[in-house]
């Protein structure tokens, strides 16, 4: 029971990370493989410093030399179902993960992106393609003759039909926690070759969300939220990912009192909502379902919520509340806002 109700958690993550691409089905994939609590440990020998770079933007290549990069490497990189050794830096990364792709553009590996799936629609540079992150298959991906793959879940056996043909394979299931998510990053910068760049970006994620939680938690901890994944009403509890940015500046999760059984993902019901009468609302199914605050006012007895006569509805970007990478500094900051403006 509990192994099915966290592959049903990776799904409902999944179904939202593809919420803005009409082209993909908005069902629940098929999950064949059970997420870890944490991401282990990555072992990186014996540099800890990026590999013949120099410093370059976000999303800019670093890379000085066309031949392959040996210093620091072989690196062996633990993931979701095990780990993998590198014997160079991967010089043609499939992306089969729209968060691995931001944080390996961030990373300042983009120019070893040679494809990503069709998900993967930020930055507006990385190589889209009509491989689908739910349904791939083998023959498609080593297609593109990559020196490593990189995917979110594992959509039916994909990672041993590679690892039979010699391509590499990193599976980072959908975080769990902050801290599963700077493990993930510093997991891609390991296995690109830019393990300082990861560094970075960690530090100063870590650093961005430690200064908004301690200016606006006294001010969140006495307001109520609600965040909707979808318009039948599923939202997440504070403990999942998206609960725990929101506990980053001490908001008190509606949801939390209706999960009982501790899933993360309840379905609330209007009556519930209406009940609690929450101080916010945060609308991440804009693009998947065309919410916004007109058609929430729009909903029987929702004109009378505080949140709706307040002007407290945040309409989200789907893919900025729904992926696990730096963009998260974006999630926290819609939050921070909203805070603020409820103060003014």
Not at 8 to 28: N, R
Request: glycine residues 8%; hydrophobic residues 40%; negative net charge.
């Amino acid at each position: 029971m509990i192994k099915r109700k966290l592959a049903i958690a990776l799904a409902i993550l999944m179904v939202l990370g593809a919420c803005s691409d009409s082209t993909e089905p908005t069902t629940q994939p098929p999950v064949t493989a059970t997420p870890a609590t944490t991401e282990a440990t990555t072992t990186v020998a014996p540099t800890t410093t990026d590999a013949t770079t120099t410093t370059a933007a976000p999303g800019q290549s670093t890379t000085t030399s066309p031949d392959p990069v040996t210093a620091g490497y072989p690196v062996t990189i633990a993931h979701g179902t095990g780990s993998v050794t590198l014997e160079a830096r991967p010089e043609a990364i499939v992306s089969l993960s729209p968060t691995a792709t931001e944080i390996l553009f961030a990373l300042g590996a983009g120019n070893q992106v040679t494809a990503v799936d069709s998900q993967s629609n930020f930055p507006e540079e990385a190589p889209i393609t009509d491989l689908s992150a739910f349904s791939p298959s083998v023959e498609a991906i080593a297609a593109f003759d990559p020196d490593l793959v990189v995917m979110s879940f594992d959509p039916g056996d994909i990672e041993s039909g590679l690892t039979a043909l010699g391509i590499p394979v990193v599976v980072q299931f959908s975080a769990l926690s902050l801290d599963d998510a700077y493990a993930q990053i510093e997991a891609l910068g390991a296995a690109s070759g830019h393990v300082g760049a990861a560094t970075e970006i960690v530090s100063e994620m870590k650093a961005t969300i430690m200064e908004l939680g301690n200016e606006l938690k006294e001010i969140g901890e006495s307001l109520t939220y609600y965040h909707e994944l979808d318009d039948t009403f599923y939202s997440v509890t504070s403990s999942t990912f998206i609960g725990e940015i929101y506990s980053v500046v001490g908001l008190q999760n509606i949801a939390d009192p209706a999960d009982a059984e501790g899933f993360g993902f309840p379905q609330l019901s209007p009556e519930f909502i209406l009940e609690a009468d929450p101080d916010l609302i945060f609308l991440a199914d804009t693009k998947c379902c065309g919410q916004s605050a007109a058609t929430l006012a729009e909903r029987p007895g929702w004109d009378q919520l505080s949140a709706v006569s307040n002007g407290t509805v945040i309409e989200l970007d789907d893919d900025i509340a729904s992926r696990w990478g730096p963009r998260v500094i974006g999630f926290l900051e819609a939050i921070v806002a909203a805070i603020e403006a409820l103060g003014e």
